[in-house]
Antibody, heavy 121, light 108 residues
Framework: QITLKESGPTLVRPTQTLTLTCTFS??????????VGWIRQPPGKALEWLTH???????YYDPSLKSRLTITKDTSKNQVVLTMTNMDPVDTATYYC?????????????WGQGTPVTVSS | DIQMTQSPSSLSASVGDRVTITCRAG??????LNWYQQKPGKAPKLLIY???SLQSGVPSRFSGSGYGTDFTLTISSLQPEDFATYYC??????????FGQGTKLEIK
């Protein structure tokens, strides 16, 4: 049974760096074809893809946010960490992590419950 | 970025209706198109992957079709639990797995 859970601060000040952790179980991020990604959703708006990291440490980022994002993995802890620098109120959103299965046409088949992040002074 | 455009943005329908939602990609994406359902306050749930493959556990009233740039999600007979927002997503471009803007399905 695959589960993922996001954790991190709910409130971040403008210009600060956000660090979110995705802790997962039921799969290994050292297995071929597996990735973990981050997707966010501003209040009342659509889903926005941010980044994902593959089992082989390949990383992909949204081009418009690439300079601000870093994704890393700790396979021994079953964790993926997202950092986003220079936070702004427009980054207020619910942040989700999700399991990507490349054998299912590279789809996100399992999602965490999401963690809300508010950027405000 | 590959733009994904869904239509309609919102839709009112009744229980038992057949409903179709469309998604158009800004360039060809082969069959790398996925559909998700999202209810208020909940995480998205995968319905369809690879344009037409039904995710395990998803009712067979959901179906997907399409190839290249034009795709559809069809619900053959709406049930009360199907009222939600639906998103398409392309997984063709490794530099951006863009989502559509969503289609909100409401009860008529």
């Amino acid at each position: 049974q695959i589960t993922l859970k996001e954790s991190g601060p709910t409130l971040v000040r403008p210009t600060q760096t956000l660090t979110l952790t995705c802790t997962f179980s039921g799969f290994s991020l050292s297995s071929s074809g597996v990735a973990v990604g981050w997707i966010r959703q501003p209040p009342g708006k659509a889903l926005e893809w941010l980044t994902h990291i593959y089992w082989n440490d390949d990383k992909y980022y949204d081009p418009s946010l690439k300079s601000r994002l870093t994704i890393t993995k700790d396979t021994s802890k079953n964790q993926v960490v997202l950092t986003m620098t220079n936070m702004d109120p427009v980054d207020t959103a619910t942040y989700y992590c999700a399991h990507l299965d490349s054998s299912k046409w590279f789809t996100y088949d399992y999602w965490g419950q999401g963690t809300p992040v508010t950027v405000s002074s | 970025d590959i733009q994904m455009t869904q239509s309609p943005s919102s839709l009112s329908a009744s229980v038992g209706d057949r409903v179709t939602i469309t998604c158009r990609a800004g360039q060809t994406i082969d069959r790398k198109l996925n559909w998700y359902q999202q209810k208020p306050g909940k995480a998205p749930k995968l319905l369809i992957y690879g344009a037409s493959s039904l995710q395990s556990g998803v009712p067979s009233r959901f179906s997907g079709s399409g190839y290249g740039t034009d795709f559809t999600l069809t619900i053959s007979s709406l049930q009360p639990e199907d009222f939600a927002t639906y998103y398409c997503q392309q997984s063709y471009s490794s530099v951006g797995y863009t989502f559509g803007q969503g289609t909100k399905l409401e009860i008529k």
